[in-house]
């Protein structure tokens, strides 16, 4: 069972209309997504200011990149087309440019391409009950042809270099 599966069993109990909502939302999201070629579907690194740097592996993450129209990896050696940076606190601007200055981030796609983004909001991936406004924040960054939810420069911005 999924993350997603788990939580729509849950709040069908608690809340039937949250779940119908929620269900109804991640259905729109992979209906709009159905017909793009996995070329069309970034390679997508996550690393965590929190753990200095390091790539984020988790299970659910890895899920909602996927429904939002992306390729979860675990490291730099897949060469990610798309590189988000969860930020812990203020300070990851000025550590920012000794993690991008690494030859090994600097010869990725993302980094090429300009595709280095920070997720701001700070519940990101860690409530249940925000699974949903994750997905549509991971879903601008990745497919943003195709999504405009309004987070953009509120729960993340996207780091030129």
């Not at 965590?48 to 129209?69: C, M, P, W, Y």
């Not at 992306?70 to 730099?76: A, D, N, P």
């Not at 601007?93 to 990725?108: C, H, R």
Request: hydrophobic share 40%; aromatic share 10%; with cysteine.
């Amino acid at each position: 069972m999924t993350k997603f599966q788990e939580i729509i069993s849950n709040l069908q109990h608690i809340n039937p209309s949250k779940a119908e909502l929620l269900e109804e939302e991640i259905d729109i999201i992979q209906h709009k997504l159905k017909f793009l070629s996995k070329e069309n579907l970034p390679k997508t690194l996550v690393l965590d200011q929190k753990s200095n740097f390091h790539s984020l592996e988790s299970v659910v993450l890895a899920e909602k990149i996927n429904t939002a129209g992306g390729v979860y990896i675990e490291s730099l050696d897949g060469n990610p087309d798309c590189i988000i940076i969860l930020q812990e606190n203020e300070n990851l601007y000025s550590q920012l440019s000794n993690v991008l200055d690494q030859e090994k981030i600097k010869a990725t796609n993302a980094y090429m391409s300009n595709n280095i983004y920070i997720i701001q909001f700070a519940a990101f991936n860690t409530l249940d009950e925000e699974y949903l406004k994750d997905t549509e924040i991971l879903a601008e960054i990745l497919q943003p042809k195709y999504f405009v939810y309004g987070h953009d420069g509120i729960s993340w911005v996207k780091f030129e270099i």
